[in-house]
């Protein structure tokens, strides 16, 4: 029997859309047999891509998907956060800078083993990826 690979879900641009994205993540993750403090670092990430989400990214009227991939025989785990809104992320300037957004992606980069932005047609994706400790 072959594991599942790919597990996704579509939201609406409502607040309450990022506590049921952590609900549904830590329901697949857990699925697939994760555990320890990598689902927590999972969590939390896919709760900070998906308020980016949210907040920067998503239109009135629109939506944006979150894509969960089982890779490399489920030795690594890939996030990814589709939305259909314009711009691209950035980081902030870094402590003291004053800045108010970017910092989750601060927290990303400091828990997901990687992480980027990748295109889409309209929009983007912001993805993170970890790999499964011994």
């Keep these: ?3 599942e690979v790919v597990r996704e879900r579509f939201w609406r641009r409502e607040r309450r859309s990022v506590r049921e994205v952590r609900e549904f993540v830590r329901e697949v993750v857990r699925g697939w047999g994760w555990g320890g ?31 969960l991939v089982n890779e490399d025989a489920g030795r690594r785990l890939r996030v990814e956060v589709h939305d259909s809104g314009d711009g691209r992320p950035a980081i902030p300037g870094g402590p ?3 800045e108010e957004s970017g910092r989750g ?12 932005v990748g295109e ?4 983007k994706v912001l993805w993170c ?6």
């Design 96 to 98: 003291g800078s004053g």
């Design 120 to 123: 889409r047609e309209p929009g």
């Design 37 to 67: 403090d990598r689902v927590d670092d999972v969590l939390l990430c896919a709760n900070e891509l998906a308020a980016n989400a949210l907040v920067h990214g998503v239109p009135p009227g629109r939506g944006y998907l979150v894509r």
């Design 105 to 116: 992606l601060l927290i990303v980069g400091a828990l997901a083993d990687t992480w980027g």
């Design 1 to 3: 029997m072959r594991a």
């Design 129 to 134: 990826s970890f790999t499964r400790r011994p």
